[in-house]
């Protein structure tokens, strides 16, 4: 027996299957995970995490609070209807435009509604009615795509008697209630692009009657935009 | 005939040398087999190894990083610079869609001939659709503004959805239905 080929033949077979079950097959299993979780995470530190930190280390926090300042201005984070009065109003008289009367009626934000809403446009919609003459009247129509705090018009009907124009329609102000939490750490961030840039020029542009939310101790993320209503 | 003698040994004898020869030649091959066995598993161990610190190395890279990101003034830098990125998006969606009234109005107005009247210009309910109404001496004079409205890039088309010509007041009243391009 002990002499016998088949007996050592036995043994390099049982041998071979043991290592092969026992260690190679095992080995390949993890070797095949690690490097799928090698590819997962050079993908996260190439896609997601190296481009993010190297954006942030390229932000500075005054550059960002003053476009806050200004994109808050144009479109805040809360509706502000004292803001739209006002802007309205100094618009019509910039314009010399005679303003009627202005309701915004129930608006129906509270603060739940404006928490869910975050990240998605929500608009207060005004009445509005002026009378003047024509280029009043186009002087109201352009004064309003320059207004500081941006708004449009809908529903425009525009009646004339020869002298004056009568001018009715709605005023849509946006305002963009912010996130009230941010995202994972491995959310990526994207860059401002050519075109981001070129809004942020367009809301520099816009020069008329905007009420001014930046103070010399202005940090951004703790101003209370809005949240106390004179009305 | 000399390389093939007899052999002369006993069978026995014979039967033995040929069984230690195939044990000898059997015995080569299963310690080559181990050999070649024993070179693969030390081959996938380094192989291993290599994976293994590779892994370790990006996995204590991504910690790296993500304390990075994950430190208070970062956050806070990520916190501003999301709400930038997002008011840019919504005003750029905004103001691609805003409608330019006043550059409307205003070219509208300059292609009225003399002696035709605006009465009102009413936005339908399709956004892009305006009722104009107003009152003209003659039909001419309506031809001219159609005539100019229609080659206004502003205007994508322009029809007449009224005409009712007043005898008694001699003037002529109209309804155009103009729809404007998408700028």
């Not at chain 1, 739940?112 to 929500?122: H, I, K, N, P, V």
């Not at chain 1, 004339?160 to 491995?186: N, Q, T």
């Not at chain 2, 161990?45 to 190395?57: A, K, T």
């Not at chain 2, 009465?119 to 107003?134: A, K, N």
Request: glycine share 8%; charged share 20%; proline share 4%.
């Amino acid at each position: 027996m002990r002499q016998s080929p088949l007996f050592l033949i036995l043994i390099c077979v049982i041998t071979t299957i043991l290592v092969v079950v026992l260690t190679i097959y095992p080995w390949i299993g993890e070797i095949g995970w690690m490097k799928r979780e090698i590819a997962t995470r050079e993908a996260l530190l190439n896609d997601k995490l190296l481009p993010k930190v190297n954006l942030l280390q390229s932000l500075t926090e005054v550059e960002l609070d003053s476009s806050i300042a200004a994109l808050e201005e144009a479109l805040p984070s809360f509706p502000q209807e004292w803001s739209v009065f006002a802007s309205l109003e100094a618009l019509a008289a910039e314009s010399k435009v005679e303003l009627g009367l202005l309701n915004i009626g129930s608006l129906g934000f509270d603060e739940a509604t404006l928490l869910e809403g975050g990240g998605r446009l929500m608009t207060v919609d005004v009445p509005i009615t002026s009378v003047g003459d024509l280029s009043q009247t186009v002087a109201f129509l352009k004064n309003i795509e320059r207004a500081k705090r941006v708004l449009s018009l809908a529903q425009l009907s525009l009646g004339s008697d020869g002298e004056e124009i009568r001018l009715s329609g709605i005023a849509i102000v946006p305002f963009l209630p912010v996130p009230s939490k941010l995202g994972p750490v491995d959310e990526p961030l994207e860059e401002l692009k050519v075109g981001d840039q070129d809004i942020l020029a367009q809301v520099a542009r816009l020069n008329l009657y905007g009420i001014s939310f930046q103070s010399p101790d202005f940090t951004g993320g703790d101003v209370d935009y809005g949240k106390s209503d004179p009305f | 005939m000399q390389g093939k003698g007899v052999n002369l040994l006993p069978q026995e004898i014979q039967e033995q040398e040929e069984k230690g020869l195939t044990f000898r030649k059997v015995s080569v091959l299963c310690v080559l087999e181990l050999v070649l066995l024993a070179v693969i598993v030390l081959g996938l161990y380094r192989y291993r190894e290599q994976i293994g610190s590779q892994w370790q190395i990006l996995d204590q890279e991504v910690l790296t990083q993500r304390s990075v990101i994950n430190t208070e003034e970062n956050r806070r830098l990520e916190g501003k610079f999301t709400v930038v990125k997002k008011k840019i998006g919504a005003l750029g969606e905004y103001f691609e869609q805003r409608w330019h009234y006043a550059t409307f109005l205003d070219g509208l107005t300059k292609a009225l001939p003399a002696g035709l009247q605006m009465i009102s210009l009413r936005q339908t309910e399709t956004p892009s659709v305006f009722e104009f109404s107003g009152q003209a001496d003659n039909v001419g004079q309506v031809n001219t503004f159609i005539d100019d409205l229609v080659q206004w890039d502003e205007v994508m088309s322009v029809s007449v959805t009224l005409l009712d010509y007043q005898i008694d007041k001699g003037r002529l009243i109209f309804n155009l239905a103009i729809t404007r391009e998408n700028i």
